[in-house]
């Protein structure tokens, strides 16, 4: 089964950028959906972003629809995402996720899916 890991993230003031990785390791991301959640401090988890690889769909949450961008190398096995004009409140600890059902469509719910990484944290900060 996939396993995935994140890295990229760090502390950036206001504006800026960076760009997170979701790393697949045993397997590729063909065929599946994935996505990018995110947990701020006190809060529930939420969805940020899905691409669906059974047609390269994808979508995002309405405050980060023009500053993110989702995307997944050629071979499959690394998903990224770009993040721009960060705010502060977009501080919070990023998880990519995985659905291994192979289904088209468009998934925002957290039990949706069934493979997660440990997260890695966004700080957005001056």
């Known amino acids: 089964q996939v396993r995935v890991v994140e890295s990229g993230g760090g502390m950036v003031q206001p504006g800026g950028s960076l760009r997170l990785s979701c790393a697949a390791s045993?397997?590729?991301?063909?065929?599946?959906?994935l996505a990018w959640f995110r947990q701020g401090p006190g809060q529930e988890r939420e969805f940020v972003a899905t691409?669906?690889?059974?047609?390269?769909?994808?979508y995002y949450r309405v405050d980060v629809k023009e500053r993110f961008t989702i995307s997944v190398n050629d071979a499959k096995t690394v998903m990224f995402l770009q993040m721009d004009s960060l705010r502060p409140e977009d501080t919070a600890v990023y998880f990519c996720?995985?659905?291994?059902?192979?289904?088209?469509?468009?998934?925002?719910?957290?039990?949706?899916?069934?493979?997660w990484g440990r997260g890695t944290q966004v700080t957005v900060s001056s």
């Open positions: 996720a995985v659905d291994l059902r192979q289904q088209a469509g468009v998934r925002i719910t957290a039990r949706s899916y069934e493979v």
């Open positions: 691409i669906n690889l059974i047609g390269a769909n994808t």
């Open positions: 045993g397997g590729t991301f063909s065929g599946y959906e």
